[in-house]
Nanobody, 118 residues
Framework: QVQLVESGGGLVQAGGSLRLSCAASGRTFGGVFMAWFRQAPGKEREFVAGIRWTGTSTYYTDSVKGRFTISRDSAKNTVNLQMNSLKPEDTAVYYC???????????WGQGTQVTVSS
C-alpha cells in the first residue's frame, strides 16, 4: 500500500507561483506513474500533469502547458508540481495520485487547496 501526502498549497495572487510536493511512501516505485489532478468546486476532477517514476516523459493538460512543471526527486521519494503564472481558474483542490500506468491510479493523497485571487 502506497501513501501519498501533498503539501505546498495556499493563497496566491494571479500571476504568482506555488510549488506543490507529494511525498510517497510504502512501496518501491520503479514502474509507477505519478500524477497531479485538481478539482474545482462544482467540477469534475481533472488530470493536470503526470510523470513516470523512471524515465523522462511528462504529460500535461493543455491549460497548464508552459506554466506548470512536474518533476520527481527519487532520493526524497517526492513528486513536485511547480506552478507559475497562476490564474484564478487554477483555483482547486490538488491531488497527488499513483498507479501502474497513466489512466490507472490506485492511491490518492488527501488533497491540498490552491486559491488564486484576481
Amino acid at each position: 500500500q502506497v501513501q501519498l501526502v501533498e503539501s505546498g498549497g495556499g493563497l496566491v495572487q494571479a500571476g504568482g507561483s506555488l510549488r506543490l510536493s507529494c511525498a510517497a511512501s510504502g512501496r518501491t516505485f520503479g514502474g509507477v506513474f505519478m500524477a497531479w489532478f485538481r478539482q474545482a468546486p462544482g467540477k469534475e476532477r481533472e488530470f493536470v500533469a503526470g510523470i513516470r517514476w523512471t524515465g523522462t516523459s511528462t504529460y500535461y493538460t493543455d491549460s497548464v502547458k508552459g506554466r506548470f512543471t512536474i518533476s520527481r526527486d527519487s532520493a526524497k521519494n517526492t513528486v513536485n508540481l511547480q506552478m507559475n503564472s497562476l490564474k484564478p481558474e487554477d483555483t482547486a483542490v490538488y491531488y497527488c495520485a499513483a498507479g501502474p500506468t497513466i489512466g490507472r491510479y490506485d492511491a490518492w493523497g488527501q488533497g491540498t487547496q490552491v486559491t488564486v485571487s484576481s
